[in-house]
């Protein structure tokens, strides 16, 4: 079920300073949706919600640059993100093609690295951004939730992780069968 979301009649840039409203409900089941969040008490998930800034982009928009500093986690309301990580050479490849209830950007909630890719909006979308500063200020007040929050982040980032090495010895077994081959 789509979110039911007005979408603004103006560029993104003012759509963006003054916050268009989104269904609280929706944003509400999407965020408690993920695993960041979902073991979340009702409670702490309504005190997370006011950290919640409502972005919208156009389609085509880029929602940070490779290289831009990591600030925030991003979760996708509604649309569409295409996540691009261009190499020394200039090449571009597509990394991840993300829709409503996906996030990305979570490693900038742990560090304070660059962004190892893009993200661009492939259709008009209605992005929830968590800022760290926001985040590390919850995680304070309520460390017991912020807990909570982290090993979320890390089986997160875990499961990331295994699913590149299976893909790497994947990517090494074919490339072993090739040279065997020639």
Same mark, same amino acid.
């Given at each position: 079920?789509?979110?039911?979301?007005?979408?603004?009649?103006?560029?993104?840039?003012?759509?963006?300073? /003054?916050?268009?409203?989104?269904?609280?409900?929706?944003? @509400?089941?999407?965020? &408690? #949706?993920?695993?960041?969040? +979902?073991?979340?008490?009702?409670?702490?998930?309504?005190?997370?919600?006011?950290?919640?800034?409502?972005?919208?982009?156009?389609?085509?928009?880029?929602?940070?640059?490779?290289?831009?500093?990591?600030?925030?986690?991003?979760?996708?309301?509604?649309?569409?993100?295409?996540?691009?990580?261009?190499?020394?050479?200039?090449?571009?490849?597509?990394?991840?093609?993300?829709?409503?209830?996906? /996030?990305?950007?979570?490693?900038?909630?742990?560090?304070? @690295?660059?962004?190892? &890719? #893009?993200?661009?909006?492939? +259709?008009?979308?209605?992005?929830?951004?968590?800022?760290?500063?926001?985040?590390?200020?919850?995680?304070?007040?309520?460390?017991?939730?912020?807990?909570?929050?982290?090993?979320?982040?890390?089986?997160?980032?875990?499961?990331?992780?295994?699913?590149?090495?299976?893909?790497?010895?994947?990517?090494?077994?074919?490339?072993?069968?090739?040279?065997?081959?020639?």
């Amino acid at each position: 079920m789509e979110p039911k979301i007005i979408i603004p009649e103006k560029s993104s840039f003012w759509a963006n300073l /003054f916050k268009s409203p989104t269904d609280k409900n929706e944003l @509400e089941e999407v965020l &408690a #949706s993920i695993p960041p969040f +979902k073991n979340l008490s009702p409670k702490y998930l309504k005190l997370l919600m006011k950290l919640i800034h409502n972005r919208f982009y156009k389609a085509n928009e880029y929602i940070f640059y490779q290289n831009d500093p990591g600030i925030a986690l991003y979760i996708i309301v509604s649309g569409e993100v295409l996540i691009t990580q261009e190499n020394e050479d200039g090449e571009q490849f597509d990394l991840a093609h993300l829709t409503r209830g996906d /996030f990305f950007g979570e490693l900038a909630l742990i560090d304070e @690295e660059r962004r190892a &890719a #893009s993200a661009i909006a492939l +259709k008009d979308s209605f992005i929830a951004a968590i800022f760290k500063p926001d985040l590390d200020e919850f995680i304070d007040a309520h460390p017991q939730e912020g807990i909570k929050i982290l090993k979320g982040l890390i089986h997160i980032i875990a499961s990331r992780l295994r699913n590149v090495n299976k893909e790497y010895l994947e990517l090494y077994d074919q490339i072993r069968t090739r040279e065997k081959q020639l």
